[in-house]
């Protein structure tokens, strides 16, 4: 198994990686772990990785440019653009690390510890282009209901996770089919049906090639609300510059300059990516 961490702190991962498990399992050769310095992608001099978000608010977005040719340049290919998306190899994940992601459990340690190959993006700030979400990332994973300053840590987790399940990384190997989380998983909330393209948020088409999600298709923000008691919703997408990258689009309700428009698209945008990857949060009126 081989790991890749996308970070613009590598030297974050010069103590977790070298004890216990992890160091006996890179010292195994049973994984490999590569850390990647996002700002070797950079263009300017100064190294930039983000800008401000379109429609305004506060703090700095992570630009789809580095992430992208980073992720590719490991891959070894490229993955195309909105004419002719190319998904990566059916065993290797890129896997986003985000708050607003689904939420890591064991079982999903599990599913990926039969992959040959995780490349991690570890976010910062407040989020990265929700295109690197949509078109490059196969998955976007949170480790729980808060906020951390950066995906970093929640990578490392995930990595020790994933590789104490490979055959050999333990010495007993009844160890990981005798603990928490090894029997009786939650059975995974079903997928409802797909009816019809994902119709836009805003009332009007937005030029950006549908998106990875079991939404359907004439799904209502307006018909649910916060449920089970927990006042929760995940955050709402963002976009930065460049207003087009590789023909996907920003929404433009968030370039036309109107705050109570965007303010109601964030909304039920954020609705919608909760209904996508966290529907426990929700309940119907």
């Known amino acids: 198994m081989r790991f890749d961490l996308i970070t613009i702190f ?54 789809p440019e580095p992430l992208f040719e980073s992720v590719e340049s ?20 890129v896997i986003l690390m985000s708050a607003a992601g689904k939420l890591f459990d064991q079982e999903t340690a599990r599913r990926y510890s039969q992959l040959e190959r995780m490349i991690f993006i570890c976010g910062r700030y407040e989020g990265v282009d929700e295109r690197v979400a949509e078109h490059l990332a196969t998955e976007e994973i949170s480790i729980g209901d808060f906020v951390l300053s950066g995906g970093e840590l929640p990578a490392v987790l995930i990595v020790d996770a994933v590789t104490r399940l490979l055959p050999g990384a333990l010495g007993n190997e009844a160890s990981s089919q ?9 059975a995974a909330a079903a997928n409802p049906p797909i009816r019809g393209g994902l119709r836009s948020l805003a009332g009007t088409q937005d030029k ?7 939404v359907p298709g004439d799904f209502n923000p307006s018909k649910y609300e916060l449920g089970g ?13 460049p207003a087009e990258y590789r023909g996907w689009c920003v929404p433009e309700i968030l370039i036309g300059g109107n705050h109570k428009e965007v303010a109601n698209w964030r ?4 609705l919608e990516k909760t209904y996508r990857n966290r529907p426990d949060l929700l309940t119907r009126e």
């Open 10 to 63: 590598p030297e974050f991962f010069a103590g977790p990686l070298d004890h216990g498990i992890l160091r006996r399992a890179r010292e195994g050769s049973l994984v490999e772990v590569h850390v990647q310095d996002l700002r070797e992608f950079t263009k300017d001099r100064h190294r930039t990785v983000d800008d401000r978000p379109f429609g305004g608010g506060e703090g700095m977005v992570l630009k």
């Open 178 to 186: 005798n603990e928490s989380f090894s029997s009786n998983w939650p």
């Open 74 to 93: 490991l891959l070894g290919y490229g993955v195309g653009d909105a004419q002719q998306p190319k998904v990566p190899e059916a065993k290797t994940g």
């Open 267 to 270: 909304r039920a945008a954020a």
């Open 208 to 214: 950006v090639a549908p998106r990875r999600t079991n």
């Open 229 to 241: 008691g927990r006042h929760l919703l995940l955050d709402f997408p963002h976009y930065t510059r």
